[in-house]
């Protein structure tokens, strides 16, 4: 499509019940998985560091609803998927291939047979994306070391969890509920929350901590917090006194105080204003609105906000 990014529209069985019940805890073990289900052994290796992020949901024109996310990585090819699966709910979703380690200075060319092959596994690295129910559903990295959950439930890597909620979950309650009947384990090195919207304009954002029990100190307690916006800080303990925390959760509430609808213009318009810039490798590698109710998305990549791909399924 130009700009790096590349579609798909993914129709093949990826396994999901099979991996939510193969002990999945870790990155490498979702690899692991993949390599040997999905490629008969053929290995890929991820590439996985962190990144900084942005969301909303807000009310559009004629009272649908609308969710806002800003991916930063940097600079890496990137990937639309549509996902169709047999015994799930159809989705849209982005993916960083540079997670893959699929072009740029990975030394696997995206359109190379090898690279090809790799995208086999886009539906278990998708990082934000939308179902035909409504529901959104997107990770952030927030500053804490892993966690790992130890109980007797069944586990779920985070980032699964995304495949999960976009596969099963029709709201945000139904998302949560969800989340809870698993033990959840975060990854590459760092902490996760799942920000979950959905079509009537519900929203929360799922975060995870270390209970202060000494008897039980691989305990993790589940946190969920109802906010129309989300970033990369521990939203539930600010208890509502979020100005100061982060200047794009700042931004991103300064520009929708007071407005009761919002254009989709409006909407890109506040995903520029939250746009990061580190350095010349690390930046917001897209921004993307997902359009709840009539199942499409807006994509704009490489801090160009000129030109936005629109896509829907027929588009696949």
């Known amino acids: 499509m130009g700009d790096n990014l590349y579609k798909i529209h993914y129709q093949q069985d990826y396994f999901l019940d099979k991996a939510l019940e193969s002990g999945i805890k870790t990155e490498q073990d979702l690899l692991n998985f993949i390599n040997e289900e999905m490629f008969f052994g053929y290995g890929i290796d991820a590439n996985v560091d962190k990144y900084a992020c942005s969301g909303f949901i807000s009310k559009t024109d004629g009272g649908k609803y ?37 072009g740029g200075e990975n030394g696997v060319e995206t359109l190379s047979a090898a690279g090809r092959i790799t995208m086999l ?8 994306g939308v179902n035909e129910k409504g529901v959104f559903a997107a990770l ?13 439930r069944p586990e779920l890597l985070v980032t699964l969890a995304v ?29 996760q929350h799942v920000f979950i919207t959905d079509a009537t304009g519900d929203a929360a954002v799922v975060k995870w901590s270390r209970t202060n029990n000494w008897e039980a100190p691989r305990k993790i ?24 925390l982060c200047e794009r959760f700042d931004t991103m509430k300064e ?6 609808e919002i254009t989709h ?34 994509v704009a990549t490489n801090k160009d906000f000129e030109k936005v791909y629109h896509l829907e399924p027929g588009d696949f």
């Not at 009947?181 to 990854?187: A, E, F």
């Not at 969920?224 to 100061?244: H, I, M, P, Q, W």
């Not at 520009?255 to 009761?260: P, T």
């Open 66 to 102: 609308l969710t806002g996310r800003s991916f930063g990585l940097g600079g890496t090819d990137k990937m639309a998927v549509y996902a169709t699966p047999k015994d799930g709910y159809a989705s849209l979703s982005m993916v960083s291939l540079d997670m893959l380690g699929l």
């Open 121 to 128: 596994a886009v539906p278990y690295i998708c990082v934000d």
């Open 140 to 152: 952030m990295d927030v500053d804490t070391g892993e966690m790992h959950d130890d109980t007797e």
């Open 163 to 191: 495949r999960l909620i976009l596969d099963r979950a029709a709201s945000v309650d139904e998302a949560v509920e969800l989340l809870k009947q698993y033990d959840i384990h975060t990854g590459h090195g760092w902490t």
């Open 221 to 244: 307690e589940m946190h969920v917090t109802r906010s129309k916006l989300c970033t990369n800080f521990y939203l539930y303990r600010a208890e509502g006194k979020t100005d100061g």
């Open 255 to 260: 520009a929708l105080e007071g407005k009761s």
């Open 265 to 298: 213009e409006y909407a890109m318009d506040i995903l520029e204003s939250v746009y990061q810039y580190i350095n010349p490798v690390t930046f917001t590698d897209w921004s993307v609105i997902y359009y709840q109710t009539d199942f499409t998305m807006d």
